[in-house]
T-cell receptor, first 113, second 113 residues
């Protein structure tokens, strides 16, 4: 299984809502990533987990809260988002570090009203 | 700082034309280099990679050679197809501490029948 899955595919939420994005991989990868991608832009790194521990937080606002319950799962909890947070949220995984390629999921298209 | 620069698009070609997308990088250390492709509405897929100088990555008719002396990793394909229409991202991995991948701005390719 060489797939990274993400749910939901689309999400519309109000600024007062709380929602979660989910990501799963079964490739035995020990590094997992969250990226944010705006239209016609490259992905921007948000968080990196390595061996289930938060390794990098790219100064992301606290309204985004990552969680890595186990080596196969990665969540992104959303609360009190702003309309400018509307974007494609991509999850990725890799064997270890960044010398190996990252495998990306299809993304969650988030719209904040 | 570390950066990846790739030619601006969009690039519009006729089917069976030759494709070159230029990419240069500035990085501390010795990064791995990647080309990712993103089709509309999807996540990123690894197209090819090279991990050391003079390595040539190839896949689906696309090729790129890691040129340390010119810090370049140009993408080429001898005969493009309509199905190659997508956004192509050049990326450098393993910079600034191992987990970060630096992406270029992306080049949108349109192939006309």
């Amino acid at each position: 299984d060489t797939e990274v899955t993400q749910t939901p595919k689309h999400l519309v939420m109000g600024m007062t809502n709380k929602k979660s994005l989910k990501c799963e991989q079964h490739m035995g990868h020990r590094a997992m990533y969250w990226y944010k991608q705006k239209a016609k832009k490259p992905p921007e790194l948000m968080f990196v987990y390595s061996y289930e521990k938060l390794s990098i937080n790219e100064s992301v606002p606290s309204r985004f809260s990552p969680e890595c319950p186990n080596s196969s799962l990665l969540n992104l909890h959303l609360h009190a988002l702003q309309p400018e947070d509307s974007a494609l949220y991509l999850c990725a995984s890799s064997h270890s570090g960044d010398y190996n390629e990252q495998f990306f999921g299809p993304g969650t298209r988030l719209t904040v009203l | 700082g570390d950066s990846v620069t790739q030619m601006e698009g969009p690039v519009t070609l006729s089917e069976e034309a030759f494709l070159t997308i230029n990419c240069t990088y500035t990085a501390t250390g010795y990064p791995s280099l990647f080309w990712y492709v993103q089709y509309p509405g999807e996540g990123l897929q690894l197209l090819l990679k090279a991990t050391k100088a003079d390595d040539k990555g190839s896949n689906k008719g696309f090729e790129a050679t890691y040129r340390k002396e010119t810090t370049s990793f140009h993408l080429e394909k001898g005969s493009v197809q309509v199905s190659d229409s997508a956004v192509y991202f050049c990326a450098a991995g393993g910079v600034t501490g191992g987990f970060k991948t630096i992406f270029g701005a992306g080049t949108r390719l349109f192939v006309k029948a």
